[in-house]
């Protein structure tokens, strides 16, 4: 019998599914650094989501609109309950909120500015209103985030309607970073704070510890805003029955849930990875909840996280969703990840910037760094003059008309002359998991899990 020192090539390449690749290197980059890593956009493992779930179109039993000639409306009216004067949108896809510090000034003005040629809203971020961006969006909703960086009451009294963020979908329970590159002299100077410094936003609102000081604040923004624009409360999403049902009975207008899928500029990954839920199973708690209370038309919800096309805007509103919110879309449909940034009209090449990085085109998640190749996610004199306002404009406009054309599309194969009538009814499942989550039959049987 011989023996002998090289393993059966079988063997030598099996990967532990435990110990695999990825794990193998995160452990070594932990052992060598003692740091955990931070990144930018959202969650990369794969969970249930709308791609999972599909439309009934129009067929015998049911009447599809004729598409060039009967007119399908997409008009949404969000807050409703309290504010006399509730945001009126062409559409129900919003612009989420991303601070400035993350976003440079000039992709602030190229979100209102898109924003307003569709007629849709834009949302301010952590760090404060711009003028950029007040200037340039005719619906502008503005943050009171846990920070209170750059918040003050003229602007409160500036804008059209106001967010209280409890959290966010990809770190709710955790507050946002800006690391030191970023924070350049007129992002310290919004949020009073030193230049060039690491920067961590609180995890918590610093004047309520329950729900009960949250009935106090919204009666304070109530009181400066004079009862005019709505108060929306945005919880990242993890309990939402009981969340959504909290926000209701604390007196919010609009309540956002965002899902775990949803963005970041700068989070520890085993945040991003590990907690919140994913949207879809967010999205039918919310709705369970407002049912619950009989308060579904009344008070107004969007969802956010993972929301890329038309489709997934259909399938939320379809799920009992008023509108969607995109944040990630909105960074992608600028450049984000892009080969090339447009300047002076050249499509000028950016993979060595992403090489730079330790990265490439397709695979960037290095907004924290503040070095973003194509302008979008910096501050640095040189690199935002990579994204034109006008060019992030026209590029974010035809993003959001062709999302509203798609949904539109979507919602006359299914019989509806407006976008809200779209239903669960509507909807099948190709999963189990999804057929559970968003609590639609399994496609092909009348079976929803855990219902019967
Ligand atoms: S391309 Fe820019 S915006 Fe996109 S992930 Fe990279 S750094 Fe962030």
Known sequence: MTTSNTAPASIALEESATFDRKTIDYIQRAAASGLYEIRGLGAKRKVPHFDDLLFLGASLSRYPLEGYREKCSSKTVLGTRFAKKPVELEMPITIAGMSFGALSANVKEALGRAAT?????????????????????KVLVYQCLPSRYGFNPDDVRRADAIEIVIGQGAKPGGGGMLLGQKVNPRVAAMRVLPQGVDQRSAARHPDWTGPDDLVIKILELREITDWQVPIYVKIGATRVFNDVKLAVHAGADVVVVDGMQGGTAATQTTFIENVGIPTLAALRQAVDALDDLNMKGQVQLIVSGGIRSGADAAKALAMGADAVSIGQGVLVALGCNSETYVQGGQHISAVQDYAALGTAPGFCHHCHTGRCPVGVTTQ??????????AVGA????????????????????????????????????????????????LAGTDWIPGRG
């Open 117 to 137: 040629e569709v007629g849709t809203s834009t949302t301010t971020g952590d760090g404060g209103m711009t003028r950029e961006e007040r200037d340039s969006s």
């Open 380 to 389: 640095d004199p040189v690199l935002e003059t990579r994204l034109e306002p």
């Open 394 to 441: 026209r590029r974010l406009r035809n993003y959001l008309k062709t999302m509203n054309m798609e949904l539109t599309t979507i919602a006359r194969a299914c019989g509806k002359q407006n976008v809200h009538h779209l239903e669960r009814e509507d909807l099948v499942a190709l999963t189990v998991e999804a057929a559970a989550m968003a609590g639609v039959p």
